[in-house]
C-alpha cells in the first residue's frame, strides 16, 4: 500500500514553454502533498504543501506565479513549471501525507525536467 | 528557523566496518526519518521514528532517536557494497508537518 506515482518520469522542454507535473496517490487519500526540488548531488528542498481544495503554502524563495500548484482531489497534485528556464532543470519529488495516519509521508518517484 | 546537519557528508568504508551517520537538528522535533536514494531515483524510507528513545533495526542498519539531544544515529553493521547510496535524514518541523531534509550523507561502500 501507500504507492504515489509521478508523471511525466523525465521531460525535456525548451525555455519558455511550460511544464505540467502530475503527482497521484494511489491507495490512499491525501489532503496534504508535498512538492520538494532537488538540484544534483544536493539535498531536497520543500518548495510547496498542497492543500487539497485550498491554495497551496510556498516557501520562502518560490515564486508561487512561476510554479502553480492545483490540488483539486484527494488523490491528485499537480505542479506547473510556467515560462521554464534552464535554471529550472532539476529533479522534482511530490510526497503525500495519508489523511489516516498523518505522521509518515510516501514519496513519489520523481520526475527529472530538463529545460534546453 | 529548522535547520538539520548530517555528518559526515561523505563516507567511504570497507567491507565488513562499521560506522555511525549523525543527524543533528536544531529545533524541538518528535519525529525523525530516514531515507535512502540511489542515484537517479527517489527516496527510500528506511525508518521513522516517533519518540524519544525510538530504536530501530532493520538488516545492517539501526537507527535511534534522542529528542532532548535533537540526535538521531544511523549506525550500519558490516558494510557491504550494497548499502552504497545516499542516507537522508528529515525532521517533521514539530506541528506543520512538513519535512526538513538533512544534507545528505553519501556513503560508498568499497569491496
Known amino acids: 500500500g501507500a504507492v504515489v506515482s509521478q508523471h511525466p518520469s523525465w521531460v525535456i522542454c525548451k525555455s519558455g514553454t511550460s511544464v505540467k507535473i502530475e503527482c497521484r496517490s494511489l491507495?490512499?487519500?491525501?489532503?496534504?502533498m508535498f512538492w520538494y526540488r532537488q538540484f544534483p548531488k544536493q539535498s531536497l528542498m520543500l518548495m510547496a504543501t498542497?492543500?487539497?481544495?485550498?491554495?497551496?503554502?510556498?516557501e520562502q524563495g518560490v515564486e508561487k506565479d512561476k510554479f502553480l500548484i492545483n490540488h483539486a482531489s484527494l488523490t491528485l497534485s499537480t505542479l506547473t513549471v510556467t515560462s521554464a528556464h534552464p535554471e529550472d532543470s532539476s529533479f522534482y519529488i511530490c510526497?503525500?501525507?495519508?489523511?489516516?495516519?498523518?505522521?509518515?509521508?510516501?514519496f513519489g518517484p520523481g520526475t527529472r525536467l530538463t529545460v534546453t | 528557523e529548522l535547520k538539520v546537519e548530517q555528518n559526515p557528508l561523505f563516507l567511504s568504508m570497507q567491507e565488513g566496518k562499521n560506522y555511525t551517520i549523525y543527524c543533528n537538528y536544531s529545533?524541538?522535533?518528535?519525529?525523525l526519518y530516514w531515507y535512502r536514494q540511489d542515484p537517479g531515483k527517489s527516496l527510500e524510507s528506511l525508518f521513522v521514528?516517533?519518540?524519544?528513545?525510538a530504536v530501530k533495526q532493520e538488516g545492517r542498519l539501526m537507527a535511534s532517536l534522542d529528542t532532548k539531544a535533537r540526535l538521531s544515529t544511523l549506525h550500519i553493521t558490516a558494510a557491504v557494497h550494497d548499502l552504497s547510496a545516499t542516507y537522508f535524514c528529515?525532521?517533521?518541523?514539530?506541528?506543520?508537518?512538513?519535512?526538513?531534509f538533512g544534507t545528505g550523507t553519501r556513503l560508498k561502500v568499497l569491496a
Open positions: 510526497s503525500a501525507e495519508d489523511s489516516l495516519n498523518s505522521y509518515e509521508q510516501y
Open positions: 491507495d490512499f487519500q491525501a489532503t496534504t
Open positions: 498542497s492543500n487539497e481544495g485550498s491554495k497551496a503554502t510556498y
Open positions: 529545533t524541538t522535533s518528535d519525529r
Open positions: 521514528l516517533l519518540s524519544n528513545g
Open positions: 528529515a525532521v517533521d518541523a514539530s506541528g506543520t508537518y512538513k519535512y526538513i
